[in-house]
């Protein structure tokens, strides 16, 4: 069973950054794509970024220009830079590996953009 855990989150005033990480008990290699979701309160979780095992990226249209998302395959690592944050960033950051017929999932980390 692989478990995903991710650490980085925290309370930051706008305009600031964070990095988000998730480190996977096993080779995040064996998966066809990491990705960062995110859930706000009363909001459907939606896709922030993913990353792929040849390093294509994809960002949801609202971080694009602010959030990188990147990958360390020997630390079985995959972090998300958070740039120039907005209040409208704060949610509980989730890491996903995926798999054609499996997800795995992290159990998230808060972020909290104050204004």
């Known amino acids: 069973q692989v478990q995903l855990v991710e650490s980085g989150g925290g309370l930051v005033q706008a305009g600031g950054s964070l990095r988000l990480s998730c480190t996977s008990s096993?080779?995040?290699?064996?998966?066809?794509?990491m990705a960062w979701y995110r859930q706000a309160p009363g909001k459907q979780r939606e896709l922030v970024a993913s990353?792929?095992?040849?390093?294509?990226?994809n960002y949801a249209d609202s971080v694009k220009g602010r959030f990188t998302i990147s990958r360390d395959n020997a630390k079985n690592t995959v972090y998300l830079q958070m740039n120039s944050l907005k209040f409208e960033d704060t949610a509980n950051y989730y890491c996903?590996?995926?798999?054609?017929?499996?997800?795995?999932w992290g159990k998230g980390t808060l972020v909290t953009v104050s204004s």
């Open positions: 996903a590996a995926h798999l054609r017929l499996m997800d795995y």
């Open positions: 990353i792929n095992n040849g390093g294509h990226t």
């Open positions: 096993g080779s995040i290699l064996s998966f066809n794509a």
